[in-house]
């Protein structure tokens, strides 16, 4: 049993929402992903396997498309259209992030679909929103980080004139879909005590918007507005440099010298056996870890020792070493490192092989994992379909059309059925 074992989702989704498809699919939901009958544009982004181009290889498809069952359908034609609503007419959930009012216009807006099924929880994803004056305004991943606030925290304070820089792997994409899901997931506990479904109307920007820390508190109260500071949180006020370089070229971030007496003297006992503690078993450093006092010169001179310190030291030994005293420090990583890390690989799991049964038996490929890890209900991810690959399946099985009815709509063109070319 999966949790949400038994649910029907229909996905009309591309960039901005196919990972909330992905992550109901992946948790057990069946998930019907509507394409055109060439196959969704993100089929088109790279990179693909071997370097070679083709639809049904591309890897960021692949990555946010897992779990999920593909019909092709012409929606430009009203057969296409019919019979999607006949899909629909049975589904929990229907996600898609067109702009406001297209659906409406070819008859998939929610006031008539949930005529047909009231139970029907309907989720639109867009830029900003189904109503008010930027509705129709065009967004997407870089945009909504940058209206939302959270590209204006990110950047450096110590390089002149620097502007602001965006995160990078689609965050904007991620941070709505996820935020999307949640407000699906939550209309389907309101269901289950109502029997009645739900239009949700989610917006990229409001959901970046939501995200930018204490930056919207600092000003409603304080009055201030934060700004970049490089490899660490925006502030109001300066905060110590975060990031120190080791001894092998990489960097830690470090902070909180000065949380309490007992992890700074086990921290100057640490340099000290190595012979780098200089100046700060003094007692003025002591009385900062009490917090009895406080000095900005002082502390940037620990700051520096501890830098120096770091720096004659690799990122690994100072890693496990102040993990060790409960220093919340970390080294800053390369994606593709954690896949060397056997906590991650090994002990939980995170990354998975996933079949690929077109390229041949047994050909599987390592995919990041779960989000979060159920112990009731386990993850139930299989790899991303192909174009049309189960239109055929979906009109016999679901809608109960004949071999002609659907070799009727191949020849006309309302649907298709690719193969992969192996």
């Known amino acids: 049993m999966t949790a949400l074992n038994g649910l029907l989702v229909i996905e009309l989704c591309g960039d901005r929402g196919q990972y909330m498809g992905k992550l109901m699919g992946d948790m057990g939901a069946r998930v019907i992903k509507i394409e055109p009958v060439s196959g969704s544009q993100e089929r088109n982004i790279g990179p693909f396997k071997n370097d070679i181009p083709n639809p049904n290889s591309s890897l960021y498809f692949w990555a946010r498309n897992t779990s999920k069952e593909s019909i092709a359908i012409d929606l430009n034609s009203t057969e296409g259209i019919k019979i999607i609503k006949q899909l629909l007419e ?28 009231s139970s029907l929880i309907m989720t639109s994803l867009t830029g900003f929103g189904q109503d008010g004056p930027y509705k129709s305004y065009k967004s997407n991943d870089l945009v909504a980080l940058a209206m939302g606030g959270i590209m204006h925290s990110c950047g450096y304070d110590d390089v002149p004139e620097s502007p602001p820089i965006r995160p990078s792997g689609g965050h904007g994409d991620f941070i709505s879909a996820h935020y999307g899901l949640i407000g699906t997931l939550t209309a389907l506990f309101y269901r289950d005590f109502t029997g009645h479904g739900q239009y949700l109307d989610v917006s990229a920007h409001e959901a970046c918007s939501s995200t930018t820390e204490a930056s919207i508190p600092t000003y409603l109260f304080l009055k201030k507005e934060v700004f970049r500071q490089t490899g660490r949180h925006q502030g109001a006020t300066p905060t110590p440099k975060t990031l120190c370089k080791t001894s092998d070229g990489k960097y830690i971030i470090v902070f909180q010298l000065f949380n309490n007496l007992n992890s700074w ?103 990041a994992g779960r989000p979060y890890r159920f112990k009731g209900t386990p993850w139930n991810a299989f790899r991303a379909p192909l174009i049309g690959e189960h239109s055929v399946s979906i009109l016999k099985d679901d809608l109960n059309y004949s071999d002609e009815a659907i070799r009727n709509l191949e020849v006309t063109g309302i649907i298709s059925s690719l193969k992969i070319e192996n």
């Open 265 to 367: 003297m086990s921290l100057v006992k640490w340099m000290a056996g190595k012979g780098m503690a200089e100046d700060l078993e003094d007692e003025k450093f002591k009385d900062m870890a009490r917090h009895i006092t406080s000095n900005p010169d002082d502390s940037d001179h620990a700051f520096e020792v501890v830098r120096s310190f770091i720096l004659n030291h690799t990122a690994d030994e100072i890693y496990r070493g102040a993990q060790e005293l409960k220093y919340p420090w970390g080294i800053v990583r390369s994606p593709e490192e954690n896949l060397e890390d056997p906590h991650f690989l090994e002990d939980r799991g995170m990354f998975e092989d996933i079949l690929h049964p077109e390229f041949g038996e047994g050909v599987s490929y390592k995919y």
């Open 90 to 117: 049975n589904a929990d959930v229907f996600l898609e992030d067109y702009e406001p009012g297209f659906l409406g216009s070819i008859g998939l807006g929610y006031e008539g679909l949930s005529k047909a099924n």
